[in-house]
């Protein structure tokens, strides 16, 4: 009978043990600098860090550090138009909480984010500006205005690498109606 309640206990302890983790901040400054599609290599156009990838869009964009913020995205001079880059965690899922927009430079006013699930936001104000894209496997970053340079410096990133899940995992719901067997089965028993 003890070992029943004891099953009953650790199947209900383990159900209610969804996957809990903090929230990633990416520092924008502790990862690695590389440049797969620019063809001058003093310039880069991906930025990897803590399994994250930001890659720009588009041949002859890239960022620099410290030129605006952490990392300051801008057009070079042959592409006016488009600038654009890519936040990705490998294909898997995450959740974009937030941005620190160090500022908007040049002719960019404002940018607009759209993930992988259709979701859109703008944003045009500097500092750390909350998110809500949950559950997207990208999210693209597009400066809104075209013509001449234009540049976003960015500060860091707030990232939730355990996606928000709109129904509970399978997992769970089997653990937890194997505990509330047990405790059914137990008060069975006694009564």
């Not at 801008?74 to 620190?100: E, K, R």
């Not at 607009?112 to 699930?117: A, D, F, K, Q």
């Amino acid at each position: 009978m003890n070992i029943c309640k004891q099953l009953a206990g650790l199947a209900l302890g383990c159900a209610s043990l969804a996957p809990l983790a903090a929230p990633v901040t990416l520092d924008l400054t502790s990862g690695l600098d590389s440049n797969v599609a620019v063809a001058n290599p003093s310039l880069r156009d991906t930025y990897d860090e803590d399994g994250f990838r930001l890659q720009m869009a588009q041949a002859g964009n890239h960022f620099d550090r410290g030129f605006i913020g952490d990392l300051g995205f801008h057009n070079g001079p042959t592409n006016l138009d488009d600038i654009g880059w890519t936040l990705s965690f490998g294909g898997a899922a995450f959740d974009l909480l937030g941005v620190d927009i160090a500022a908007f430079a040049n002719e960019a006013r404002s940018m607009t984010l759209r993930g992988s699930n259709g979701q859109t936001l703008t944003l045009d104000q500097n500092g750390f500006q909350a998110l809500a894209f949950h559950n997207v496997t990208a999210v693209h970053f597009n400066i809104d205005q075209d013509g001449g340079i234009q540049t976003v410096g960015l500060n860091g990133l707030l990232i939730d690498t355990v996606p928000t899940l709109a129904v509970p995992e399978p997992a769970s719901a089997l653990l937890m109606l194997a505990g509330l067997g047990g405790l059914a089965a137990l008060r069975r028993r006694r009564g």
